[in-house]
Nanobody
C-alpha cells in the first residue's frame, strides 16, 4: 500500500527553522518526484517546492525561494523540506505528494498520492 507520511511540523517563532520529512512506503522513492504543498486557513492549496526523480532538479515558489531547501535521501525513502527564516505567512498545513516533475524551472503535477499533512505554525 502506497503511503506518504509527513512529520516535523510544530510551533516556531518568526525567524526560526523547521525540517519537515516525507517518508514513503509501498513504493521506491528513487523513481518518483515529490512535491511539497501547503494550505493556509481559508486559502487554496499551493505548491511550495518540488524535487524530480531523474536528476534531482528542484523548484521553489517565489514566496519561499532562498529560505526553503528540498532534498531527498533515497536510502531512507524520505524527502525533506528545510525551512529557515520562517514568517507568520508560512503558517499552513504542509503536504507531500507524488508524482511531480521539474522542467524549465517549473513543477508539473501528476498527483496520485497525498500525505495527510503536518501543521506548521509560525507565531510569537
Amino acid at each position: 500500500q502506497v503511503q506518504l507520511v509527513e512529520s516535523g511540523g510544530g510551533l516556531v517563532q518568526p525567524g526560526g527553522s523547521l525540517r519537515l520529512s516525507c517518508a514513503a512506503s509501498g513504493f521506491t522513492l528513487d523513481y518518483y518526484g515529490i512535491g511539497w504543498f501547503r494550505q493556509a486557513p481559508g486559502k487554496e492549496r499551493e505548491g511550495v517546492s518540488c524535487i524530480s526523480s531523474s536528476d534531482d532538479s528542484t523548484y521553489y515558489a517565489d514566496s519561499v525561494k532562498g529560505r526553503f531547501t528540498i532534498s531527498r535521501d533515497n536510502a531512507k525513502n524520505t524527502v525533506y523540506l528545510q525551512m529557515n527564516s520562517l514568517k507568520p505567512e508560512d503558517t499552513a498545513v504542509y503536504y507531500c505528494a507524488t508524482d511531480v516533475e521539474v522542467a524549465g524551472a517549473k513543477c508539473y503535477y501528476d498527483i496520485d498520492y497525498w500525505g495527510k499533512g503536518t501543521l506548521v505554525t509560525v507565531s510569537s
